[in-house]
């Protein structure tokens, strides 16, 4: 979903999509008629197209991915009846991952991403049952999960089409791999002091805040994922060789 700030600028905006991504975009806007609307929300149900242009009626627009997020919820209101106090450590772990693994299968069913719903379970989850030692236990379980991980991202990254010139024009993807390292870094930090500023936060705060948010990896990657199997092949490709790029130089440079 993108969404403009007026509804004369969406026409703009789609045109400047459709030139990439072809008819596989929709408009909404209240200036639409029900005609038009009906026909806009079709395509989406039919998922005939994969982005959504629009004013502030678009956060409407039926996509699953949005309805993934309160199926998140629930799961997490469920893990927290499962899980009363007087659970055993062994036992809470074979109950959040049967019911991690059980919302992901779901999901595939779906075919939705379960990324989003998987942060909805654990916020949900953590806010009504004030507990965090459940997160401690998945820390202490999850590397294995997280090494297979980075082995399958790693099988898709094509080291040759970083000096490559014909994917993005004629800029190789290893000068926009550093550029957006370098662009990330800056917006992050100054995005952050300046928040920091307005709300007149503690001198540390201010300072350090924005190198807490440089790292990137898990789920940069996982995003990067999901954005390449949306778009073309060549495009999807690019996509993930520059985020994969991008996450080996901030591991390297710490």
Do not use: W
Not at 76 to 86: A, C, H, I, Y
Not at 91 to 112: H, K, M, P, Q, Y
Request: net charge positive; proline share 4%.
């Amino acid at each position: 979903i993108v969404l403009v700030p007026e509804i004369s600028l969406t026409p703009q905006m789609v045109k400047r999509f459709q030139n990439r991504f072809g008819d596989k975009i929709a408009a909404l806007h209240s200036a639409l008629n029900d005609g038009e609307k009906y026909d806009e929300y079709r395509k989406i149900l039919r998922k005939e197209v994969k982005i959504v242009v629009g004013a502030r009626s678009a956060i409407f627009a039926p996509f699953t991915n949005i309805g993934v997020i309160i199926i998140g919820a629930l799961f997490g209101v469920l893990l927290k009846l499962l899980m009363p106090q007087s659970r055993s450590t062994d036992n809470r772990l074979i109950i959040s991952v049967g019911t991690l693994l059980t919302f992901c299968g779901i999901c595939a069913l779906l075919d939705i991403s379960p990324l989003l719903g998987c942060m909805s379970m654990g916020m949900i989850y953590t806010n009504i049952s004030q507990d965090d030692k459940l997160f401690k236990q998945l820390a202490y379980f999850s590397p294995p999960f997280l090494l297979l991980f980075f082995v399958r991202s790693g099988l898709n990254f094509d080291l040759s089409a970083l000096f490559s010139k014909n994917m993005l024009g004629a800029v190789p993807l290893i000068v926009i791999g550093v550029a957006y390292f370098l662009v990330r870094i800056v917006g992050k930090y100054l995005g952050a002091y300046l928040g920091t500023l307005t709300v007149s936060s503690p001198k540390e705060v201010r300072n350090y805040l924005g190198l807490a948010l440089i790292p990137q990896a898990s789920v940069a990657i996982g995003l990067a994922s999901l954005g390449a199997r949306a778009l073309d092949s060549e495009l999807g490709n690019a996509l993930i060789t520059i985020i994969l790029a991008a996450s080996i130089i901030n591991e390297l440079v710490g």
